[in-house]
Every structure is written in C-alpha cells, then in structure tokens.
C-alpha cells in the first residue's frame, strides 16, 4: 500500500464543566473509515499529534478514537506532506467531549459554496451563519445551469473549527440551479416570503401583510386604563407622581429645599435636607464631613476670581483661579490660557496656542504650535512640534513629521520626518525617511530615499539615496542611487551616482565618482575616479582620480593617485594594464605584457623552486632559453643528473638520440697507415686528439 499523509492537530478534552484539558502522552487508535486499522500514536507532552505518515492512501478518512473517551475525530490523508495543511477539512485543533449531551459547541458555521461541475476549483466562502437566526446570502445567476453545493464548517466560541461529528449534522447539500428565481433589484417596501393565505407556495417578492407579524402580547405589557389617565391629571406646581400603594399615582408637593425620599417603611415624601436626611450617613460623621469640606467663607472662597477661570486649591485652603477656560462648542474648541483643544471632526484632533483655519481633512493629529497649520483638507497625516507641516496646503497624506519646523512646507505623500529641520523645505519629495537633525534639509522633491543621523543627507534633492550616519552623504545633491553607510560616509559626493560607501568616512572625499564601492574605515577616502573597489581599512585611500581600481586588504594601496585599472589583493597579486606581480616578503613575479615573466629577489640571495613531493618535478611545456651571459649552475654536492637510462637527448641541434650501447653503429675507422690506431687514426673524420680536444672545451674532462 502506498504512503499517506495526515496534517498534526492538537487533541483537547473539553470535560463536563466546558474546560479544555490538553490530552497530553495519551495513546490514540487509528482506523480507516470502513476499513483497516493503521495501530496506535501517542500525543506528546502539549497533547499535541504531529504530522505523519501511515501507510494508507490519497483521500482516504482517518478516524482517530480514545479507549477512554467515546467521540472520534478525522483527518482526510493526502499524497504528499505538503498537501495535508492546505485540507480545510483538516482543523488544527480536535476536540473529544466528555459530557455534553445536550450542550451546544458551535454557535457560527461557515458557509461554502463547492461547484461539483468543476471538481478543481476552489470552494468560495460564502459567509456565516449563527445559531437560531436565519442567514440569507443572495444571489445572480447567468450562463448555463451549474450543479453548486452548500455546505457548512462549524465553528468553536473560541474559533477552532468544531468537531467534526457536528458538521456531519449540518452539510447536508444544498443544490442549487441557475435556473432559479433571480434574486436581483426588487421594489421598495417587500420581502421574499410565501403566500399571504392557503396552501403553501414558493416564496415570491411581495408586500407586508398584518399576518405576517406575530403577536407581542406575550412579551411587552398593556397599557392600562389608571396609568393612561396619568396625562389627563393636574398636576400641582412642585408636584412629584408617588406611587401609594393603589393602582393609581398620587402627586405630592414639595417645597423649597426639599426633595423625594423614603423612611424604613412607607412611601416617597417631601424631606428636607439635615444631617440625618440621608440615611445611609450617620449624623455625627456627615456632619464631620460637611464641616471638612466647607471650611471657608462665601466670602473668602475665590482669590484672583472672574468667570472662565481655572480653580485651584492653593494650600491653604483656599481656592485660587490660574488661566481663563473657554469652550467653543461651533469649532469644538476648548481653550485653556494659551493651549488650545480642537477636534474639528470624529477623526481629527488638533493641540496648539493658536486655532486652526478652516478645515475638512480627516484623521489628522497636529500637535504643537502651528503644527499642520496649512493643512485644510488632506488626511491621515501627524505633525508634532512646533511648524511642523506648518505650510502644508497641496496634496498632502500620508505623511508622520515629529520635530520642530519637521516638513514644515511638504506638500508630498508617504513621508516620515523625525527631527529638528528634517525635511524643512521637502515639497513634492515622496516616500522618504528622514531622521535625525537636518537630516534631508535641502530635499525639495527627492524621492524614495532615506536618511538617518545627524545632518545626514543634510543637501539631497536626488532620488535612491539612502544615508545612515553622522553627516553620511552631508554634500550629495544630484547623485542618484548611493548607499552611505558610517560617520561621513560619502560626505563630499554631489553628483556621483550608484555609489556604496560602508564604513566611517569611506568615499568622504568622492565628489562625482560613479559605480564605486568602498568597504572600511577610511576606504577610498581621497578617491574622485569611477569604477573604484576598495575593501579594507584605509584601502586605496592614496587613490585620487584613478579609475577602474581594485584594492583589497588593509592600507593597500596603488602604484599612484592617479593609476587606473590596477589590481592589489592584500600586497600579494599586483595587476595593472600592462603588468601583473604576484608578490612575497622576499621577491616578486612579475608579467609585464611583453611575453616576459620576470622574478626580482629584494635582497641578495637565491629564488628556490620546489615541487613539494618525493617525486614531484618541474615541467616546462615550451623552450627554455638562456639569454647570452648567463649560465646554469650545478650546485656542489652528490651530483645532479640529466635524463634518466631512457630519456633521448640531442646537443647543438643534434636530433636527439638515446643514450648509446654497445650495440650502436661503429664509427668509421681509418688507421691512416698499418692497422694499429695511432694519434693520425681517424673515427667518423676526428682524431683521438680532437675527441679529447672537445670533450675539454665542453667542460667534461679538466
């Protein structure tokens, strides 16, 4: 049988009470639903069962049962671990009850729609239904006739999906034909009900009819005839309706300084006010409390008085007044001494010394004086401090300025300004985030850009340029698409474009270089040319105008400030348009672009060649050539060897033979006179004086 897949779910008892216990370390039987069992699983210890593969197959149920408790829950096993998730028939949570009969789990189901012509496509949430209301979800139809059902998922008070023993009650199919009644625009005032009278029909769009309401007289309470008579009484002045026991009201007067009360017993009477009318204070301590509250003078109470005051305890007793308090209920505007409260509308809420203009924007907060003071009509915008958004009237949303004079003139969107002067004079500039002290200063209609730090970015009006750090990127005006990363990062450059600089003044003195990258503290800080990478702390800062310059490692530096295409890896490999070294502490190997390759040693001394190895050897796959006035020396020792018993060999451009046997062709002999070889004899033309003469001069014999 083929593997199947189960997505993991969490197992919670929910006992008698309506508690949920995690059913943690219990052991579950798994069966297929009308068919074999696949054994037990075993929760851990958060009652929690992973996802898991059984031995089963696609789309087949998985029922999972307790020994202990009766209920049972499934899963639906896929092809593939991946798809076990994506199963919404697969709940996260599984619930097994221990007593709920007669309980209800689910108050809201959801509402699908599958469409069983089009077995692929996605089921469509429809919406949700409630327990005991009616949910209507209308509908059009158009084109051919379509076989859709509906069917419901359950839902917990909590919001996992119920157990599934509960959708089983409720996802009977509902098929429904696009031949059916269109439940488009109908006329005011009807409902889609059944027939008025008689047999049942099939509901139609029709008005109200008394009928169709139930009767209340169940629920609310008649008027009767004594309490309908109340209106056609007189009524004396300062009369109270009082209940008396009877049926009907009966209306008591009351005088001056007297109001409805009640003894122990008894109805509602007039009763004036002493320290024992209240009677849920006893008399001496409500008259300790009076004497506590009250103790000055009409007279003395208010020092500095006058209407719209704010009043005060000033410690001794006495009240004193401080700043005028005023309530402007046509602008919704409360005003204390200088500070004034204003929410223009639900949405908006304005705190500043000076009331603002006209306005109809909407979810808007100004904070501070003048904040957004030109703000009339945009929305969802905050402006804290003083001038903040103050000159703000076009086009403005979006955008947060905290600081003093922060976007004070922006007129753009989607803006975060954070700081004194931070964007002070952005217009149309969009989408950018300035913060710290005159970060983005100068922008007027830069875009996309960010700039974090003290004055960094302080004179940007270009678009893609992101600064972070003490005066990064100070001087970049029109340079388009820099990233300065440390304090003065890029501090100098104006135009230069496309630009990294990553480290404390890295590129600082890069005025117009473009495509340049420099990594480390001081890296390519006096570099003006284009093309320039520099990784390393003070790497390449020699470099000035050169261009298309690679300098890697600590302080490595050009040949010149001015050196163009050059190459240095951390003093080892030195490559320039002309020349490529490879260096040591002792020498170097150089290539100078004229098919040379040249070896200068630093100090007197031997260069060593060593293939590491006991066999290992040089190989040279072209000609060796010594140039006139140099030798090869054979150092002292045991002796050196050229060619091995078979290697074949030639001298001054002989073809190159084996070594010679025994077995070679004899030269040919000449004895010159007799047959005795004497210093006339000849071999192949040379005397034995002339062999020897030459086997002298190569060096073979002293």
């Known amino acids: 049988m083929a593997a199947a897949f189960f997505n993991g779910f969490d197992a919670i008892r929910i006992d008698a009470d309506g508690v949920r216990v995690p059913l943690n370390n219990e052991t579950f039987n798994m069966d297929e639903v009308g068919g074999s069992s696949l054994g037990t699983i075993v929760s851990d210890d958060y009652g929690s069962i992973p996802d898991t593969e059984v031995a089963s197959s696609d789309g087949i149920e998985l029922e999972f049962s307790h020994d202990t408790y009766p209920e049972v829950f499934r899963r639906l096993l896929t092809a593939t671990a991946e798809e076990a998730p994506l199963l919404r028939e697969n709940a996260k949570t599984a619930y097994i009850a221990e007593n709920l009969a007669g309980e209800t789990q689910s108050v809201v189901a959801e509402t699908w729609l599958r469409d069983d012509d089009n077995p692929d496509t996605p089921d469509v949430l429809l919406g949700y239904a409630r327990q005991g209301e009616t949910t209507t979800f209308p509908y059009e139809t158009t084109g051919p006739t379509k076989n859709l059902t509906i069917f419901l998922q359950p839902i917990s008070e909590t919001g996992e999906k119920a157990h599934l023993r509960y959708e089983d009650g409720l996802s009977a199919p509902v098929v429904i034909d696009s031949s059916a009644t269109d439940a488009a625009d109908q006329a ?18 029709r008005a109200l009819v008394a009928a169709d309401i139930p009767s209340l007289s169940g ?298 990258v420099f990594v480390g503290d001081n890296a390519g800080n006096s570099s003006t040319g284009d093309y320039n990478v520099m990784v390393g702390r003070t790497a390449g800062s020699n470099v000035t105008s050169g261009t298309n310059n690679c300098m890697i490692g600590y302080n490595v530096q050009a040949d010149s400030a001015t050196a163009n295409s050059q190459t240095n890896i951390n003093d080892t490999f030195i490559a320039t348009a002309t020349v490529a070294r490879v260096m040591r502490p002792a020498f170097e190997v150089r290539y100078d672009g004229s098919n040379k390759v040249s070896i200068s040693v630093s100090s007197a001394g031997l260069v060593d060649y060593d293939a590491v190895g006991a066999s290992a050897k040089h190989r040279f796959n072209d000609d060796i050539e010594l140039l006139e006035g140099k030798n090869m020396l054979i150092a002292d020792g045991s002796g050196s060897q050229f060619g091995d018993g078979d290697a074949v060999m030639g001298w001054f451009g002989a073809s190159p033979t084996a070594q010679p046997t025994t077995g070679v062709a004899a030269a040919s002999f000449t004895a010159n006179s007799g047959t005795a070889v004497n210093d006339a004899s000849t071999f192949d033309g040379y005397t034995l004086k002339q062999v020897v003469k030459a086997l002298r001069l190569l060096g073979f014999l002293q």
């Open 188 to 205: 005011a005032n009807t409902v889609f009900a059944g027939p008025t009278m008689g047999s049942a029909a099939a509901p139609t769009f």
């Open 219 to 516: 629920t609310y309470q008649p008027l009767d005839a004594t309490l309908t008579a109340l209106s056609a009484q007189n009524w004396a002045a300062n009369a109270f309706p009082i209940g008396t026991g009877a049926d009907t009201l009966s209306q008591v007067s009351f005088a001056a300084n007297t109001f409805p009360a009640r003894a122990s017993t008894g109805n509602l009477v007039a009763k004036a006010i002493s320290d024992n009318a209240l009677s849920f204070v006893a008399a001496a301590n409500y008259a300790a409390m009076r004497a506590a509250l009250v103790p000055m003078t009409v007279g003395d109470a208010v020092s500095g008085g006058g209407i719209n005051r704010v009043l005060y305890e000033n410690g001794s007793q006495n009240l004193a007044a401080d700043a005028d308090f005023t309530f402007d209920g046509s602008n919704n505007r409360l005003t204390v001494g200088s500070l004034i409260v204003q929410t223009p509308n639900s949405t908006s809420f304005f705190l500043a010394s000076a009331p603002h203009g006209s306005y109809t924007g909407t979810f808007n907060v100004f904070v501070g004086d003048s904040a957004g003071a030109g703000n009339t009509a945009f929305h969802s915008n905050t402006y804290v401090g003083s001038g903040a958004g103050s000159g703000t009237s076009v086009d403005a949303y979006f955008n947060t300025f905290i600081g003093r004079d922060a976007g004070k003139v922006c007129e753009g969107r989607s803006n975060t300004f954070i700081g004194y002067n931070t964007g002070v004079v952005n217009t149309s500039g969009a989408n950018n985030v300035f913060v710290g002290q005159g970060a983005g200063a100068a922008n007027v209609s830069g875009l996309n850009s960010t700039f974090v730090g003290y004055e960094a970015g302080t004179a940007n009006t270009a678009n893609n340029a992101a600064a972070f750090g003490y005066r990064a990127g100070f001087g970049n005006t029109s340079g388009t698409d820099n990233s300065f990363f440390g304090v003065l990062a890029g501090y100098q450059n104006v135009g230069g474009i496309s630009n990294t600089f990553i480290g404390q003044r890295a590129g600082m003195a890069n005025v117009s270089g473009n495509h340049c």
